[in-house]
């Protein structure tokens, strides 16, 4: 996109200067020159102002609730938001759980029963994290405390683990869902229709469409998670109702009861991870130690996985190997492994690479 141009005071001034009839006097100093010279300043503010609005009609300098208006005002796309872990907790006691009752984990992370429960010795309770997001995923047997005292009720705990928890959708998956609506156009169910579809569903951070996987009328759609990680069930569940729900006994598969056309028979599953299990020696600066660096090396590993997933179809290794350079306290490496080769991974069409192993030692 061309860049909006704005003049110095200096070049404002000067122009209308020229427009001046050389019978005024028009050196410094005089009323002309003062006059120019506080017009020519407060016309700069007016251009920097154009210039900033200037910047706004491209949509890669937009970002929060200037992104969220300008793509739903143009192409109706609207921003996912986020949504609450859910999960069964377990209860013991005598008592009813009723809708509302708060639970909570070591840290404070708080979950309310989405139900009402009389409880006889032992019974299950639907329970959602009180805030969504990603915070609300926990492991099982972390929901432990009961805040505010239940008559009768003595112990809970989640057997399983809580899931499905999503942040707000961020501004670069917004942006590109918007391009891919500009520049893939999705129409009479077509391969980029089903693209948008599944990435309309929140949870949802990329999609690859197989068309006629099985056959005449037949769609795959492979899905990994916000995070570019494989899928969990309750998401590929969520997608499969708002593409084409399959009903009791498939009653409902390829009938139009979703998204999907009548006749397009539409078969949602996740990714196949693909293991990227990562040995190295490392040079550490002086005063950090394995300890406290493996968790940022994992972490930055885990980033270039996210970039990757969907978009390339190999794992460099070149790339990855400079990448837990940028982790401070990592000087250099000795020796660098990729499943214990020393070479670029290939990732198949309907895997995603995600983070095994990861061995380190010091030099």
């Known amino acids: 996109?061309?860049?909006?141009?704005?003049?110095?005071?200096?070049?404002?001034?000067?122009?209308?200067?020229?427009?001046?009839?050389?019978?005024?006097?028009?050196?410094?100093?005089?009323?002309?020159?003062?006059?120019?010279?506080?017009?020519?300043?407060?016309?700069?503010?007016?251009?920097?102002?154009?210039?900033?609005?200037?910047?706004?009609?491209?949509?890669?300098?937009?970002?929060?609730?200037?992104?969220?208006?300008?793509?739903?005002?143009?192409?109706?796309?609207?921003?996912?938001?986020?949504?609450?872990?859910?999960?069964?907790?377990?209860?013991?006691?005598?008592?009813?759980?009723?809708?509302?009752?708060?639970?909570?984990?070591?840290?404070?992370?708080?979950?309310?029963?989405?139900?009402?429960?009389?409880?006889?010795?032992?019974?299950?309770?639907?329970?959602?994290?009180?805030?969504?997001?990603?915070?609300?995923?926990?492991?099982?047997?972390?929901?432990?405390?009961?805040?505010?005292?239940?008559?009768?009720?003595?112990?809970?705990?989640?057997?399983?683990?809580?899931?499905?928890?999503?942040?707000?959708?961020?501004?670069?998956?917004?942006?590109?869902?918007?391009?891919?609506?500009?520049?893939?156009?999705?129409?009479?169910?077509?391969?980029?229709?089903?693209?948008?579809?599944?990435?309309?569903?929140?949870?949802?951070?990329?999609?690859?469409?197989?068309?006629l996987w099985q056959g005449n009328n037949t769609v795959q759609m492979v899905i990994i998670d916000d995070n570019k990680v494989v899928a969990n069930e309750e998401l590929i569940n969520r997608v499969q109702e708002y593409v084409d729900p399959k009903g009791h006994n498939n009653e409902t598969w390829g009938t139009g009861a979703g998204q999907a056309p009548i006749g397009a028979y539409c078969t949602v599953s996740t990714a196949t991870a693909k293991a990227i299990n990562i040995d190295s020696t490392l040079i550490l600066k002086d005063g950090y130690s394995l300890e406290e660096l493996k968790p940022l090396i994992e972490l930055e590993i885990k980033e270039y996985l996210k970039s990757i997933a969907f978009k390339r179809d190999t794992v460099s290794y070149a790339i990855l190997s400079s990448w837990i350079l940028n982790v401070e306290g990592v000087q250099e490496w000795t020796s660098f492994t990729i499943n214990g080769l020393q070479e670029n991974v290939s990732v198949g069409v309907k895997e995603v690479a995600v983070l095994g192993s990861v061995t380190l030692d010091v030099a």
Do not use: C
């Not at 670069?172 to 999705?186: C, N, V």
């Open 1 to 211: 996109m061309t860049t909006y141009n704005v003049p110095s005071i200096a070049q404002i001034e000067e122009e209308i200067l020229k427009n001046i009839s050389d019978d005024y006097v028009k050196e410094v100093g005089t009323l002309t020159r003062d006059m120019t010279k506080s017009f020519a300043i407060e016309e700069y503010k007016l251009e920097k102002k154009l210039e900033e609005y200037f910047k706004k009609l491209d949509v890669y300098n937009l970002s929060g609730d200037e992104l969220t208006r300008f793509v739903k005002q143009r192409k109706g796309v609207i921003r996912k938001s986020a949504n609450p872990s859910k999960g069964i907790l377990n209860v013991e006691g005598n008592g009813v759980v009723r809708a509302g009752d708060i639970f909570e984990t070591e840290n404070g992370t708080r979950y309310k029963a989405t139900e009402e429960v009389v409880i006889n010795k032992s019974g299950n309770v639907n329970i959602e994290a009180v805030e969504a997001g990603v915070n609300g995923n926990v492991g099982a047997n972390s929901i432990v405390f009961i805040p505010v005292t239940i008559q009768g009720i003595s112990k809970v705990t989640n057997l399983l683990p809580l899931i499905d928890g999503y942040d707000e959708e961020i501004d670069d998956s917004l942006r590109e869902r918007y391009l891919i609506e500009i520049q893939k156009p999705a129409t009479s169910g077509n391969k980029y229709h089903y693209m948008q579809w599944g990435r309309e569903v929140v949870g949802v951070g990329d999609v690859r469409v197989f068309p």
